[in-house]
Nanobody, 121 residues
Framework: VQLVESGGGLVQPGGSLRLSCVASGFTFDFYAMNWVRQTPGKGLEWVSCITGGDVPSYRDSVKGRFTSSRDNAKNTLYLQMNNLKPEDTAVYYC????????????????RGRGTQVTVSA
């Protein structure tokens, strides 16, 4: 399993970023995929999940601002992040769920190296 995240960067509050995660080494559309994030001093925090059938779910703090999507033909997961806030600052990782569907506990591995998102004026 290999997961490679990209798309992070420095953005002002209210700005937008689109993260990508390219997956390989497994049959991508057989699995739900998660986005999780980590800030210094905090553990990994679940952000969103999208089932193999394209049904997304989100943590409350990002609902209405973040959109998860996937392109199974490209083995790629996306996270569109709008109206970013300083509290969204973190390293973002994609992880593979153990099954086709989403649900707690949300998997934190396997995951890639992550991409840094910094929201600051």
């Amino acid at each position: 399993v290999q997961l490679v995240e990209s798309g992070g960067g420095l953005v002002q509050p209210g700005g937008s970023l689109r993260l990508s995660c390219v997956a390989s080494g497994f049959t991508f559309d057989f699995y739900a995929m998660n986005w999780v994030r980590q800030t210094p001093g905090k553990g990994l925090e679940w952000v969103s999940c999208i089932t193999g059938g394209d049904v997304p779910s989100y943590r409350d703090s990002v609902k209405g601002r973040f959109t998860s999507s996937r392109d199974n033909a490209k083995n790629t997961l996306y996270l569109q992040m709008n109206n970013l806030k300083p509290e969204d600052t973190a390293v973002y990782y994609c992880t593979r769920a153990p099954t086709f569907t989403c649900g707690p506990p949300y998997s934190t591995s396997p995951r890639g190296r992550g991409t840094q998102v910094t929201v600051s004026a």
